[in-house]
């Protein structure tokens, strides 16, 4: 075996991951906007009540709701990055949080309705998404 000498060139080799499909990357993309979307409810609720009905949810008052749209918006931006990156944990957060969002977004429906099934749309194609590439994750 020989070594390169200074008057042959070097090639570098990068070393990555697995190829990331059109699929993953717009679950990914969708993760981050669901999140963000989510974060931006939380951060309404808690400065502006007066943008959302209060008095028509199932449960609880509206800072509440406030922090969990925030705590559950951090936790699918952290879940994009990781499903960007292909990880494993990523496609197991990403489909548990989005599941999660969705059954919380059907306690907010009353309050905003077209905001919530929009939310309830992206996440059910984010798992739909994460689902059908179960094998693309390493």
Not at 48 to 67: E, H, I, K, P, T
Not at 82 to 90: A, E, L
Request: proline residues 3%.
């Amino acid at each position: 075996m020989s070594t390169p000498t200074e008057s042959e060139p070097r090639t570098r080799r990068a070393v990555r991951g697995p190829e990331r499909r059109g699929l993953v990357t717009f679950a990914a993309i969708a993760l981050f906007l669901v999140g963000s979307f989510n974060l931006l409810d939380g951060i309404v609720a808690l400065a502006d009540d007066q943008r959302f009905n209060g008095d028509r949810l199932l449960f609880g008052d509206l800072s509440a709701w406030g922090f969990w749209w925030i705590f559950i918006g951090l936790l699918q931006v952290w879940a994009g990055s990781q499903v960007m990156q292909m990880k494993d944990v990523g496609m197991i957060m990403g489909i548990g949080f989005a599941g999660l969002n969705a059954f919380t977004q059907l306690m907010f429906i009353d309050v905003y309705p077209a905001w919530a099934l929009v939310i309830l749309v992206l996440d059910f194609v984010v798992i739909y998404a994460l689902a059908t590439s179960a094998d693309d994750f390493e």
